[in-house]
């Protein structure tokens, strides 16, 4: 969909979206459009059904007044409690309503009401909204009807402040690129994005100023990352570890991301059910937000320095598979015994995160990893799980979730989980033969590995696919984190002017 600004004017062509808010507050523009159709809409508001609450819509068809073709009032809630998540749902939700309606364009004024006073950033979060939302993965799709496919191929926006918003786009637009980015990733079938391919993606990136590195088994062995090449060496595909740098700030040391990138995950030997083992096409969604969040750093040229790692493996069943009761060495010397092939994400990880704090001795790491079913047991699929053995840490990503509409819910890492992956016969082992703390057993095992750095773990299995879509993201992979990430990193560690 392609973006732009332009300032408040009365003709527009295609759609048209306005504003309303609670108890039916029309917004001035949608009050001007009221009067020209001679009271039409206050007419519908009276009828009934309509209260301008936050996601409700009021569409009218060829309405008086307006050389508009069809024109929808967005409910925005309570005035004093408008934000940009709220914009952006508005005008998501119209865009949803409007995709494959026939309409080409469609005009949003961005009206925010009196306690939203910055009009280019109301602006910009509408067009936001309408981006994300707008967002289709049908590339393999031949078969398609014609009324199924999207006609909606542009959104305007108008403000009050339409050149303010158009350079604050910018950044606004190297987001939803990061995200556009991540959502692709996530989405592809595994026989096309191989751990290969996905290397291959990231390094396409270099056209952005990103630095990329790509390792190979010969080099990983090298490294003694036993961990990591032990969960791929039944797959065909060869494993991969894929080093990105932005270095928008000379002056300090960087901050650090890692991502479990398992691009197919049959369990391996400890084999998972044949019932919906499609999903697990996106169990590389943490080494997708990597990507997304490097892609958007270096697009919007934050004044940071980043580093993302991302181990790229297969999981599968073979003669020369991992099994049940292997032993394997990682790249910190520590010994791991499998007990369960399955829990393959966090050997990827350890080898990451190890390699990631003793190159680049970074100031903090978080990984990203759809690491556990348990999480999606103890929290579904409203909230992602945090650990962290910074506080600090862990409050800034958490408001960062919560600013950004991606939200965080802290779990505890204690002794006594991390006692029960101690093994008789090494250092430690994968899981612990019990479903008790399932999630917090994965956290403390990754703990190992992090040395003495601050660390923070999301466990994203619950959020990382949607099942149905919601206001600014579509059904199917939702690249949570991008978002998050890059807001953590803007509000805490970029460099001020």
């Known amino acids: 969909m392609i973006v732009s600004f332009a300032p408040v004017a009365k003709t527009v062509d295609g759609a048209l979206v306005v504003t309303a808010f609670e108890g039916g507050v029309l917004s001035p523009f949608a009050a001007s459009l009221d009067k020209g159709s001679r009271g039409a809409i206050k007419k519908a508001i009276a009828a009934g059904g309509f209260t301008g609450a936050k996601g409700q819509m009021l569409e009218f068809l060829g309405l008086a007044g307006t050389k508009a073709s069809r024109v929808i009032v967005a409910g925005l809630g309570a005035e004093k409690n408008v934000d940009g998540l709220t914009l952006e749902a508005a005008a998501g939700n119209a865009v949803a309503r409007l995709l494959t309606s026939g309409e080409k364009q469609v005009t949003f004024v961005a009206e925010a009401g009196k306690n939203f006073a910055n009009a280019a950033e109301a602006a910009c979060r509408m067009a936001l909204g309408a981006k994300l939302r707008a967002y289709r993965f049908d590339q393999y799709r031949t078969k398609m009807k014609k009324e199924d496919k999207p006609s909606l191929a542009k959104a305007v926006v108008m403000s009050a402040d339409a050149a303010g918003a158009k350079k604050a786009w910018k950044a606004h637009e190297a ?73 928008g700030d000379g002056k300090s040391d960087p901050i650090a991301f890692v991502g479990k990138g398992v691009c197919f995950d049959s369990g391996g030997i400890s084999l998972k059910p044949g019932d919906g083992m499609w999903d697990m096409k996106w169990d590389m969604a943490g080494a997708g937000a990597v990507a997304g969040l490097m892609r958007t750093l270096a697009a919007r040229k934050a004044k940071v320095n980043a580093v993302g790692v991302i181990g790229l493996v297969e999981n599968m069943p073979d003669g020369k598979a991992q099994r049940p009761g292997d032993i394997v060495t990682s790249m910190s010397g520590q010994t791991i015994e499998v007990w369960n092939t399955d829990a393959e994400g966090r050997l990827v990880l ?95 095992f990754l703990q190992r590995f992090v040395n003495k750095v601050k660390w923070a773990h999301l466990d994203i299995a619950g959020v990382a696919w949607s099942a149905k879509a919601k206001a600014t993201v579509p059904e199917g992979a939702t690249a949570y984190g991008v978002r998050l990430l890059n807001n953590f990193v803007a509000a805490n560690y970029e460099a001020k002017e």
């Open 350 to 444: 350890a080898d990451a995160l190890w390699y990631t704090q003793d190159r680049f001795k970074p100031k903090f790491m978080v990984d990203l990893a759809t690491l556990t079913g348990a999480v999606m047991i103890a929290l579904g699929k409203e909230f992602a799980a945090i650990f962290a053995n910074d506080d600090e840490l862990a409050g800034q990503l958490g408001a960062a979730g919560k600013a950004e509409g991606e939200a965080l819910w802290r779990l505890p890492m204690v002794d006594a989980y991390d006692r029960m992956i101690d093994s008789a016969c090494a250092d430690m082992k994968n899981i612990t033969g019990t479903r008790d703390a399932g999630s917090a057993i994965g956290a403390v």
């Open 175 to 247: 987001l939803a690129d990061g995200v556009y980015f991540t959502r692709d990733l996530v989405s592809e079938p595994p026989n096309i994005l191989n751990p290969a391919e996905f290397a291959r993606r990231c390094e396409a990136m270099k056209d952005l100023g990103l630095e990329v590195e790509v390792l190979g088994e010969k080099e990983m062995k090298k490294l003694g990352m036993g961990a990591l090449l032990g969960v791929g060496q039944g797959a065909e595909a060869e494993s991969k570890l894929v080093v990105m740098r932005w270095n």
